[in-house]
Every structure is written in structure tokens, then in C-alpha cells.
């Protein structure tokens, strides 16, 4: 697929100049935060990231990550409304048996792509940096970091994450890991572009997947 330009937030820049650097500067600390939720649940799962995802806290910062987009939230409601049944049904379910489920599926189809999933905190990272910029009012340098950001992402995270998430979707025993599967994809999708939910998974939006366990 040819490279694309780094999507811009949907902010309008005949805003006023202070509210319109305050919104981007929101939109940079979100997506910082779905970003390194995406390295946390990624990486090999403890008590407390299990915890983090059986309570729905990922999920909000997920949903909070692509809120920018606008109409296009519609790629993740499937994915985010799945993952809002796995934080309901928690209490029906043990903490041990959620981390047991997590750290088998993580270990067989996740742990074999780890180094291709270390620039997600530098991604994560300089989206902080970038709101930290544009908070500043330091347009050129918030400009600037948000296209190091997308050039991170297609040139170190493309070659790993949609296969990854196709993987997932695909191969996964949990159910929640499918689902973060689909989440994976549309959220490379949107990061760079591409649409890799049509390429990957053969549709154009995630569907509801229904209670996960």
C-alpha cells in the first residue's frame, strides 16, 4: 500500500487560535494514552493489566484515542461495545481465570511479534510531546512531531500490527483477544490511512461481536 499523509485531527483552523492548539493538544494526550494502553495489554499481561481491562479502563481510553475522528468512530464501535460486555460480565468471572486467558493467547500469537511491538511507547511518547507542543503554542514543533509519529507508524508498526490483528481476529482462544484484534486493525487503519479492515479482515467496519467470556 503507497504511503499516505499522517491524518490531521478534524479540528477547523479558523478557530480561535488558543482553543483550536487546546483541542489538538486534547486529541495528542489521547491518542498518547491509546497508544500505550495498546503496549500494556500487548506486552505480557499481569494482575494489573488484566485488572486495567476486566474494570473497562482500557476501553475508555481506547474510545477516548479515536474520538477524534469523528463519523469514522464507527470502525471501533463494534470492537469497543464487545469489550464493554467483557468489563460487565467481570464479576461473573475470576481474575485468575481472565489472566490465565490473556497471558495463553499473548504467549502463542502475540509474544512472537515483540520486537516488532517496541516503538509503541516511542510512538506513545511523542504524541505526548506533541501535546505538549501544541499546549505550548509551539505550532511548528507539534506539526512537526505529529508527522514523526505517522512515519514511525508505516515504517515500524505497519509491518507488524494489521498482521498481528488479523492473527487475533483469526487464531485467538479468548474471545476478548479477538475483539482486541479487530480493535488493532481498525485503529491502524485510522493512523495511517489504510484501510486494512477491508484488506484484512473483509469489511469496511468492525462488527459487534457480541458478549465476550
Do not use: K
Amino acid at each position: 500500500m503507497p504511503p499516505t499523509p499522517a491524518p490531521e485531527p478534524p479540528v477547523r483552523p479558523d478557530a480561535a487560535p488558543v482553543q483550536f492548539a487546546a483541542r489538538v493538544a486534547r486529541v495528542a494526550t489521547e491518542r498518547s494514552a491509546a497508544w500505550a494502553a495498546f503496549a500494556d495489554i500487548l506486552e505480557t499481561p499481569d494482575e494489573r493489566t488484566s485488572a486495567r481491562l476486566r474494570s473497562g479502563e482500557f476501553t475508555a481510553l481506547w474510545r477516548a484515542g479515536v474520538s477524534w475522528v469523528g463519523a469514522d468512530t464507527e470502525m471501533f464501535v463494534g470492537a469497543l461495545m464487545s469489550l464493554d460486555v467483557y468489563a460487565r460480565g467481570a464479576r461473573r468471572r475470576s481474575a485468575a481465570a481472565d489472566l490465565t486467558a490473556l497471558e495463553a493467547d499473548q504467549r502463542v500469537l502475540v509474544a512472537p511479534h515483540r520486537a516488532g511491538l517496541a516503538p509503541l511507547r516511542e510512538v506513545a511518547r511523542l504524541c505526548a510531546a506533541e501535546a505538549e507542543a501544541w499546549a505550548a503554542g509551539d505550532v511548528a514543533r507539534g506539526r512537526d512531531l505529529r508527522a514523526r509519529q505517522h512515519a514511525l507508524v508505516v515504517a515500524e508498526l505497519v509491518p507488524t500490527l494489521p498482521e498481528l490483528g488479523q492473527q487475533l481476529n483469526a487464531s485467538a482462544v479468548a474471545d476478548v483477544w479477538r475483539v482486541l484484534g479487530r480493535l488493532l486493525v481498525a485503529f491502524i487503519s485510522i493512523e495511517t490511512g489504510q484501510d486494512y479492515q477491508r484488506a484484512l479482515l473483509g469489511e469496511a467496519r468492525a462488527r459487534y461481536l457480541g458478549p465476550s467470556s
